[in-house]
């Protein structure tokens, strides 16, 4: 089941593409995302090294690696 948070924040890619481009929105989680996006939550750290995960700020955008 596909949900509507998800079809909205989700970037569908080109194949070869490596990355999901995730804008934070209002009550955003790290947790939430790696879940979302069936992404461990250390790739997400590991891929945006400069982001603090206590103070996302709606409309940042993050970087989601394309697991295949």
């Known amino acids: 089941r596909l ?3 998800r079809a909205r924040n989700y970037r569908f890619t080109a194949p070869g593409d490596r990355w999901i481009i995730h804008t934070i929105q209002k009550g ?4 939430r995302l790696a ?3 069936h992404v461990p ?3 997400i750290f590991r891929h ?3 982001l603090d995960p206590r103070q996302l700020v709606v409309g940042d ?5 394309r697991i295949s």
């Open 48 to 50: 945006n090294p400069a």
């Open 61 to 65: 955008k993050i970087r989601i690696p």
């Open 41 to 43: 939550l250390l790739t």
């Open 3 to 5: 949900h509507k948070y």
């Open 35 to 37: 879940t979302s996006y």
């Open 28 to 31: 955003d989680t790290l947790y």
